[in-house]
């Protein structure tokens, strides 16, 4: 097969490109990212030179670039490309509107033009909203978004549905809970905290650190994905979850001490305005229909997403120093590396 992967230099997009070369080694990858403050080439160092990856630097929503690419014979379109941080939401939403549901209805019109065979929206829980204190989403809940990320993010998926039951076009929808792991940018809680603790700086902890979040280790979402991508069936969602809630005071908890530092690193700050209580995936669906579960204890996975940070630091001292941008001028354009 011939994927286009769009947002492949962001942390789950670089994880899956990672995923899917090694586990299907006659694939061929083109990785379409605009490469925004989020996006990383150096997260696909390792396959820099492969005969099956390609990289071109490219909005989802110039629709002549993404026509050139699908002219070449693309398989299957995997969305990942999106602004992704809900605190940046609140201080810009137009650029979410821009990549997550103009860039989506750009990549869903050239792909039905183009008569692509399969095209995977990576979308979100937080589509769903926010629960009280018990039950779980599952793919019949109704949306209600609440920040301007996860009202993007619900846009694209209300159009990617609409593009099935109008045109018929072979879309699915993923919606993960809350990912991390290795290459995850140091803005999210998780990577935040490990990175600040290694420095012996403070972990910020928002409003009463209660609020909880379901977590799941990338490669398993990216296992997932690949079953969706191959199995899932035409126009349907499917929720993809591990099943470890945790609250946010409790998760960092965990990490300080897993890390041997000291709780009083922990400082609570002003909470996020509009900030979900409670997110929690029911994953029975992609469990029975596709048969996939989840593989990675939180324990085992957080133990692991620590050895990487502390064994990569060179990686985010440079995002944290600025230095990881110029990465592609070093290695592509000055280069003149072409994508295909
Ligand atoms: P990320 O912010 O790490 O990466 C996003 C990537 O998209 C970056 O490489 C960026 O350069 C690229 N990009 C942004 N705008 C673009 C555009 N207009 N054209 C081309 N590329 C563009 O995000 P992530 O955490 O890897 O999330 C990936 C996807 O998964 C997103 O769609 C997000 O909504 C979804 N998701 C993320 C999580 C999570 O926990 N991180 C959970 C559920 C769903
Ligand atoms: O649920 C899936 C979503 O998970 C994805 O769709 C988003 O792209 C991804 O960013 C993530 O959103 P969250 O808002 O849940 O992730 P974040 O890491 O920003 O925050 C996790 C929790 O920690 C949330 O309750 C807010 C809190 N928090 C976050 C930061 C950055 C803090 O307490 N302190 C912080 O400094």
Partial sequence: MK?????????????????MLEHHKD????????????????NLKSIDGSTHYSFIRGDIADAKLVGDIMDTGIDAVINFAAES???????????????????????LDVAKEKHVSRFVQISTDEVYGSLGATGRFTETTCLHPNSPYSASKASADMLALAYHETFNMPVLITRTSNNYGPYQFPEKLLPLAITNLFE????????????????IYVMDNAEA??????????????NIGAGYESSNISLIKTVVKLMNKSESLITYIKDRPGHDRRYAIDPSKIMNTLGWSSRTSLDIGLKTTIDWYEGNRAWWDRIKSGEYMKYYEQNYSSKGLKAY
Avoid: C
Wanted: negative net charge; hydrophobic residues 40%; aromatic residues 10%.
């Fill in 200 to 215: 012996n700086k403070p972990v910020p902890i928002y409003g009463d650190g209660l609020n909880v979040r379901d977590w």
């Fill in 225 to 238: 994905i690949d079953r969706v991508l191959h199995k899932g069936k035409e126009g349907e969602v499917y």
């Fill in 85 to 107: 941080h809900v605190d940046r939401s609140i201080l810009e939403p137009a650029a979410f509107v821009k990549t997550n549901v103009l860039g989506t209805q750009t990549l």
């Fill in 27 to 42: 694939y061929d990858i083109i990785n379409l990212d605009k490469l925004t403050y989020a996006g990383n080439l150096e």
């Fill in 3 to 19: 994927l286009l992967v769009t947002g492949g230099a962001g942390f789950i997009g670089s994880n899956f490109i990672l995923y």
